[in-house]
């Protein structure tokens, strides 16, 4: 996952933004991306997020156009994940999958076939294999027949709710809905792994620290950003502006650490 973070300032270094200066992939907006096309899916148009060519672990938001047809391939070492954003796609002859669908596929699968009848447009991420972990068969699910449940009992999340996609209690890698509603308050605040996040809906305005000083931005619908490991965030100027479903990803799924404010590492950090 280092590697990817590595690639992905490459391959995002020369995309225009209007979005903050941040020395990491953050504040960036889908629509903004030139169309890529991903030589496993045929045909099919990518924003591509995060990612090598030359190793296929990428993080993108794809399209399938009508009466597509194809096959997710066999990945070696990487997992699949996919999330529907709009459309219905088809897996293998009878599981359809639409707004709000999500399937998970281990690596080492043998890949699964995949179309459109009317057009699609999915968040479509490959990743390489954690040996730590212990789901080892696909997971295919719509996440509407998940509840909302609040994130926690304190009275600084009261408002924020989630819906838990997948997690994996071996390597600790996890995926969940983020509801955000106006009013809800954030503290500052890092985590011990990397952070994928895709605004589903809403606006919503963003605060890193970046060398000690609070860098804020606003997303809106298909926003995106990745933050390395230990990169504090959060504070009095995060919030929602109009209620907000993020897809976040991490590599650990370890409670975020409280910080002391946005201010510069300490010598030897």
Same mark, same amino acid.
């Given at each position: ?73 066999? $990945?070696?070492?990487?997992? &699949? %994940?996919? +999330?529907? !954003?709009? #459309?219905?796609? *088809? ?98 605040? $890092?985590?011990?792994?990397? &952070? %994928?996040? +895709?605004? !589903?809906? #809403?606006?919503? *305005? ?64």
């Amino acid at each position: 996952m280092r590697l990817l973070l590595i690639s992905l300032v490459i391959v995002l270094a020369g995309c225009a933004s209007s979005g903050p200066d941040v020395p990491y992939p953050a504040f960036i907006q889908a629509d903004e991306l030139p169309d890529v096309f991903l030589a496993s899916l045929p045909g099919v148009r990518a924003k591509q997020f995060a990612g090598n060519p030359r190793t296929r672990r990428s993080s993108n938001r794809i399209v399938l156009p009508a009466n597509w047809s194809g096959s997710t391939g066999a $990945s070696p070492g990487k997992s &699949l %994940e996919i +999330y529907v !954003l709009f #459309g219905q796609v *088809r897996l293998g002859n009878d599981l359809r999958l639409s707004q709000g669908g999500y399937a998970w596929f281990p690596a080492g699968f043998s890949g699964v076939n995949l179309s459109s009848d009317y057009g699609a447009e999915l968040l479509y991420f490959l990743d390489d294999a954690n040996s730590a972990s212990v789901i080892h068969t696909p997971v295919i699910y719509s996440s509407e027949v998940i509840e909302w449940q609040p994130l926690s009992a304190r009275a600084t999340d009261s408002g924020l709710m989630v819906k838990e996609l997948r997690h994996d209690r071996g390597s600790g890698a996890r995926t969940w809905l983020l509801q955000v509603t106006p009013g809800d308050t954030f503290s500052w605040q $890092s985590r011990p792994g990397l &952070l %994928e996040g +895709y605004l !589903l809906s #809403g606006r919503y *305005r963003g605060t890193e620290c970046v060398a000690g000083k609070p860098v804020s931005g606003v997303y809106t619908e298909g926003g995106y950003f990745l933050r390395p490991a230990g990169n504090v965030h959060g504070g009095p100027r995060t919030a929602a502006l109009e209620p907000s479903v993020w897809l976040l990803r991490t590599t650990r799924a370890a409670a975020p650490v409280p910080a002391a404010g946005c201010r510069p590492a300490a010598a030897g950090d």
